[in-house]
Structure formats: structure tokens, C-alpha cells
């Protein structure tokens, strides 16, 4: 593209966890340093020795759901649907308003409806229902998770796309926005992640050895692991002169993102590729990396992952490293959401001046020496925070957001 690009500002947050359910209650519990973790009712959890998780158990559907029925969707498509509502009437839209819009929804997910595809299963091992069968299994479509948007909104010019790049997803979906609203392809985006507890990853965790037994404690010593969580996140971005002619309230802006994907093995992260991945995103946004005030982690809880990521940070930032947090150890691992509600946590974190703790902190480990702001959130007059969001197969999404103000439009040929 030629010509001048628009600055991507975010103007509405929707977000549905086990921690609270819209940016009010979700901003609540991030500074309360609230946990979701419980144990788990969405199935059957015979035969684990431990089943702990960040369930919703508060959502109901139909309280969101209102142009097409809840029941055609899969629960992952039902907090996507949910979340992308709560953004729009959060930017102060009506649905009239958006519906002309040229506009693009990107959803991205680790399970799909993974779900509903554990339902499908027992229904082959038990014999079946042909009736039940053949309604879940049209829900079970990835793509349900960005269709069923444009159904609800009755959006009419709109391109869709659901991005399956696992436990970073939310931010390829976040990038993929800003690519098209600075090129000036789209004038709003919806754009964000969202999964579904299911038996299928939770039993694939706990094989691996990764699933904690109470609590998610990223960066401690004493961590076991993840828990496995469910929800949604979904930003709606416009360009910052839309934003301005409507007087909307800006969040923060979208400064720049970086990918990378080393594939160098299914599951174990890479160090240097998520450094490299961290630098390209420095690079697109225009900042350093001494510009950038705290980073919202990956920070799984897992071993591998804190040790990895803490080193790929060292490794851009040197010996003076940010204040690093993970919202996980709150909301817990909400694959392909994960992202996308830690966006929606900096988004906050921007505009209130505060940055989110990291829960269940009791002794950093010496091999993750960050201040990981351990239990309390804390004040703090922010400009630009990173977000982290990495995924098996090596596929890493990092996003930089910024405060907005007043300094004019660039200009960039």
C-alpha cells in the first residue's frame, strides 16, 4: 500500500471470564486480583487426580444472544458472540451504526468447539442420539465463531476470518485488525480470540505433566503448572480520526505487532524466536525497548514456558527488565482467548494507570527474575506495555499498545 496509514486506536472492550464478565467487572477483578480457579462441572473429571480450572459458571447466553438462538452456536461461538455485543455498545455504537460498516471480524482459537466435539464422542461410544448428533455437529464449524458475529450484528460489507494459530491466536486476530483499519481496507474491527473448556485439552495438559493441581503460580518457584480456563476477548478498533469525529473514548492505541513461528518443535518454546518475534514488534511499533513500562506475559506456569520467555525478554531488554506480569495465574489458560483478554487487561491497565498482579506469588524463581508485581496490583502512570502471547508449534504474536493523546496525526508516505 502507498500513501498514509491511520493510527488504530481500540474504542470498545468485550470480554467474558471466570473472573467477571464485562470490562467493568473484568477491570474489577484484575485490580482485585480475583481467581477463578474452582473445580470443573463441564465434564466429567473421574480418573484425574486433580481437576482444578478457571470455569465460567455465571454466563447465560440468551442474555446476549438475541438475533439468532443460542443453541445453534457452540459455547466458544457463544462467548464470541457475547463478548463482540458487549464491545460495541462499550465503544458507544449501535448495532444500526455498524451494520453498513465496512468491517472485519477475526476470532482466533486453539479448540474450535472442541466441546461439542467431546459431546459428539460420547454419543458414538454410547449408542447416539441422531437428532442431537446432527444439531451439534453444525455448530462444531470453527468459522461459527466469526459467522456467528456477523449473524448477530447483522453486519452486510464484512470480511471473516477465525485464526487457529493456538495459544496466541488473539493477538494474530488483533494484528490482522490493525493491518486492515491502518491500510484503510476496513473502517471497524472485531477482533479478538475465544475457547471453550473441554475434556480433549485439559486431558492432553494433563498427560504432558502440565496441569497444576490447585493454583496457576507463573514465575514462582514453586509452580506446577497451567490451569486450563475458558472465555472471550474481543477489541473493537476503528482509525483514530473515525474515533475522534465520533468523540469516542479511546482505550489505548494499537502501536505495532511482530510474528514469528520457528516450528522447531510441537510443544517446547524457542528462546530466540520469541526474542526475534519481540524485536519485530518493537520494530513495527517505532519504540524501543526501553520505551515499554510493563509486559503482560505469556507466563503459563509451567516450567519451560517462564524460564524460556523470561530469557527471550533478558535477551531484548538486558539486565533492566520491565515489571512482568501474568493475568493466567488470575483467568487461567484460556488458549485461544488468552491473548486477546490479556490485550484487553493492558487496554485497561492504559487508561486507569494501574498494572494487573500476578496471584498465588509466594517465592520468585531465582531462573525468572522479574518483579511480577506479586499479588497486588499496583499505580502506575503507563505508556506503552507489551503483550506476549505464544503458542505450540512456535507460532508467537507479540502486540504494543500505547496511551493515547493528543500528538497530531503522522503523516507517512
Excluded at 22 to 31: H, I, M, N, P, S
Excluded at 393 to 400: D, E, I, P, T
Aim: include cysteine; hydrophobic fraction near 40%.
Amino acid at each position: 500500500m502507498t500513501g498514509a496509514r491511520h493510527r488504530v486506536v481500540v474504542t470498545g472492550l468485550g470480554v467474558v471470564t471466570s473472573i467477571g464478565t464485562g470490562v467493568d467487572a473484568f477491570a474489577a477483578g484484575l485490580r482485585a486480583g480475583r481467581s477463578g480457579a474452582k473445580p470443573i462441572t463441564a465434564f466429567d473429571t473421574t480418573g484425574f487426580a486433580y481437576s482444578n480450572a478457571c470455569e465460567i459458571t455465571d454466563f447465560d447466553p440468551e442474555a446476549w444472544i438475541t438475533e439468532q438462538s443460542p443453541d445453534d452456536l457452540g459455547r466458544a461461538a457463544q462467548f464470541a458472540v457475547a463478548a463482540s455485543r458487549m464491545a460495541v455498545a462499550d465503544a458507544g455504537l449501535t448495532e444500526e451504526q455498524v451494520r453498513g460498516v465496512r468491517s472485519l471480524v477475526s476470532v482466533g482459537t486453539t479448540d474450535g468447539e472442541s466441546r461439542d466435539l467431546d459431546h459428539l464422542t460420547g454419543l458414538q461410544v454410547t449408542g447416539g442420539d441422531d437428532v442431537l448428533d446432527a444439531v451439534v455437529a453444525r455448530r462444531v464449524w470453527p468459522g461459527r465463531l466469526s459467522a456467528g458475529i456477523v449473524r448477530e450484528l447483522g453486519l452486510e460489507d464484512v470480511e471473516t476470518v477465525t485464526v487457529p494459530t493456538a495459544c496466541a491466536a488473539g493477538n494474530y486476530a488483533v494484528g490482522y485488525g490493525y493491518d486492515a483499519i491502518s491500510s484503510g481496507d476496513v473502517e471497524m474491527a472485531l477482533c479478538g480470540g475465544a475457547d471453550a473448556l473441554c475434556r480433549k485439552t485439559f486431558t492432553g495438559f494433563y498427560r504432558l505433566g502440565t496441569i497444576a493441581p490447585d493454583v496457576c503460580r507463573p514465575f514462582d518457584a514453586d509452580r506446577q503448572g497451567i490451569l486450563t480456563g475458558e472465555g472471550a476477548g474481543i477489541l473493537l478498533m476503528e482509525s483514530l480520526e473515525s474515533a475522534l469525529a465520533r468523540g469516542a473514548r479511546i482505550y489505548a492505541e494499537v502501536l505495532g505487532y511482530g510474528l514469528s513461528c520457528d516450528a522447531s518443535h510441537p510443544v517446547a518454546p524457542d528462546r530466540d524466536s520469541i526474542a526475534r518475534c519481540i524485536t519485530a514488534a518493537h520494530r513495527n511499533a517505532g519504540i524501543e525497548a526501553a520505551d515499554v513500562d510493563f509486559i503482560s506475559a505469556h507466563g503459563t506456569g509451567t516450567k519451560a514456558n517462564d524460564v524460556t520467555e523470561v530469557g527471550a525478554i533478558r535477551q531484548v531488554f538486558g539486565d533492566e527488565l520491565p515489571r512482568t506480569v501474568s493475568i493466567k495465574s488470575m483467568i487461567g489458560h484460556t488458549m485461544g482467548a488468552a491473548s486477546a483478554l490479556a490485550s484487553a487487561a493492558c487496554a485497561l491497565a492504559l487508561r486507569d494507570g494501574f498494572i494487573p498482579p500476578t496471584v498465588n506469588h509466594r517465592t520468585t524463581d531465582p531462573e525468572c527474575a522479574v518483579d511480577c508485581v506479586p499479588n497486588e496490583a499496583v499505580a502506575a502512570d503507563l505508556k506503552v506495555v507489551q503483550n506476549n502471547g505464544l503458542a505450540f508449534g512456535g507460532n508467537n504474536a507479540v502486540l504494543v499498545l500505547g496511551r493515547w493523546d493528543t500528538a497530531p496525526v503522522p503523516t507517512v508516505a
